[in-house]
């Protein structure tokens, strides 16, 4: 079936009723949610997944689950490559993955020989910190606290790849718009020789989202190159890539976009290529071909191939409306809980520096065993079930993260389970 047909289903689906048939009463007007609380609507996007009943699911952030009808389609693509084998990966495949990669570019409004395929955002991310070769002895880069770890490793190994100084600084809280801006401006002050900042568009730790095109903007009047992390990012904020004002980005399409695990994009702006080596030696393609940068050997077809699904998917239930949604259902928790003492959330109140994810802990207790502990109370005690994120300067906290299949029932239950646990 058309590719644009398909979406167009699948649209009209969301709006009268689950794709698969699952019985709805109600319905909402064709074209999207008439808010972001608009239940009806929201209730038949939830019946497109299939949801463990164990818990309260707030831990949505590790990796996001497939709808039924990307996992129908992964499943449909994984028999087909299985069997047909070589006869279709040497034949067709090849094509088949340049219409899904022009699909991919179209979607983040940059040219489809400016991104490659990897196995995640971590993947690309490493291949371009390790490979970033405008650096040299003195030079410095820089990074804050909630960077991800493995990110952080590799900037650190750049002091002795390239000889370089490794700034690590805390941003600051609570967080402001301009603050933070401020925060990476005085840092690149205080380090003329500064060559390359890490930034996270969406941290993991604490679901902060940074103001990326104005720090970008300031880095880039300094000549100072931006690696911008956008694995949070993509599929549950709506932006495009070109607004953002970074030449070097890695995103993943396992976590909001809600592909199979395993799928990763590489970008690279195409007068920037020549940045980044092309890696350990690789010779597959043309110098200048931004896909020289990564070489993982025999991917999972299928999940590539699927990846084309779940953005029909994603597409259908709109950008705009996602972000709207998971706001929504952010604030719902995090706001009555400004009044509960006791409680100390790390999500500033301003939306533009908020996300689904957000970070708590009991006041005074920013130590890593009271956070575990606090994770091991909402699960063990109310069946929530959340994760401990460690790394933050100001120290450890508990994270919670809505989707767009979470109930508004379950915001409360968790509020009324921290205002419980606060007076204990």
């Given at each position: 079936m058309d590719r644009l047909t398909r979406r167009g289903i699948l649209g009209a689906a969301l709006a009268t009723g689950p794709v698969l048939g699952a019985a709805q009463a109600a319905t909402v007007p064709a074209g999207g949610p008439a808010s972001p609380s608009d239940e009806a609507y929201w209730g038949r996007v939830a019946a497109q997944y299939d949801l463990t009943d164990e818990v309260v699911q707030l831990e949505n952030g590790n990796w996001g689950v497939m709808?039924?009808?990307?996992?129908?389609?992964?499943?449909?693509?994984?028999?087909?490559?299985?069997?047909?084998?070589?006869?279709?990966?040497?034949?067709?495949?090849?094509?088949?993955?340049?219409?899904?990669?022009?699909?991919?570019?179209?979607?983040?409004?940059?040219?489809a020989e400016e991104i490659a395929f990897t196995r995640g955002a971590t993947e690309a991310l490493q291949i371009l910190i390790a490979g970033y070769n405008r650096l040299g002895p003195g030079d410095a880069v820089v990074y804050a606290d909630l960077d991800y770890d493995s990110m952080q490793t590799a900037m650190d190994w750049l002091a002795q790849r390239r000889g370089v100084e490794v700034v690590k600084f805390g941003l600051p809280e609570p967080a402001t718009h301009q603050g933070l801006i401020d925060a990476y401006e005085a840092v690149l002050s205080a380090h003329p020789r500064a060559r390359l900042l890490l930034l996270t568009q969406v941290s993991h730790r604490n679901g902060l989202r940074l103001p990326v095109a104005e720090i970008a903007d300031l880095a880039r009047a300094r000549g100072v190159d931006v690696i911008l992390d956008a694995a949070h990012a993509w599929g549950q904020v709506d932006f495009r890539l070109p607004e953002l004002g970074c030449d070097f980005v890695g995103l993943n399409a396992h976590k909001w976009i809600g592909a199979p695990i395993g799928v990763g994009v590489l970008f690279i702006r195409k007068d920037r290529v020549e940045a980044i080596d092309p890696f350990m030696g690789s010779d597959e393609y043309s110098e200048g071909d931004v896909r020289r940068r990564v070489h993982t050997g025999t991917s999972n077809m299928a999940a590539y191939l699927a990846l084309e699904d779940a953005l029909d998917f994603h597409e259908a239930t709109g950008a705009a409306a996602k972000e709207a949604r998971l706001t929504w259902l952010r604030r719902r928790w995090t706001e009555p809980l400004r009044d509960v003492g006791g409680i100390e959330l790390?999500?500033?109140?301003?939306?533009?520096?908020?996300?689904?994810?957000?970070?708590?802990?009991?006041?005074?207790?920013?130590?890593?065993?009271?956070?575990?502990?606090?994770?091991?109370?909402?699960?063990?005690?109310?069946?929530?079930?959340?994760?401990?994120?460690?790394?933050?300067?100001?120290?450890?906290?508990?994270?919670?993260?809505?989707?767009?299949?979470?109930?508004?029932a379950e915001a409360d239950r968790l509020v009324a389970a921290l205002a419980d646990l606060a007076k204990a």
């Open positions: 709808s039924r009808p990307v996992l129908e389609a992964y499943e449909r693509h994984q028999r087909m490559v299985n069997r047909r084998n070589s006869y279709y990966s040497r034949r067709e495949y090849g094509a088949d993955l340049e219409r899904i990669r022009a699909r991919v570019a179209a979607n983040l409004g940059v040219a790390l999500t500033p109140e301003d939306d533009r520096l908020g996300s689904a994810l957000a970070g708590f802990r009991l006041a005074g207790r920013a130590d890593g065993p009271s956070n575990v502990a606090l994770s091991k109370a909402l699960l063990e005690r109310y069946d929530i079930f959340t994760v401990p994120r460690f790394g933050l300067a100001s120290g450890a906290c508990v994270r919670a993260t809505v989707s767009t299949f979470t109930t508004p």
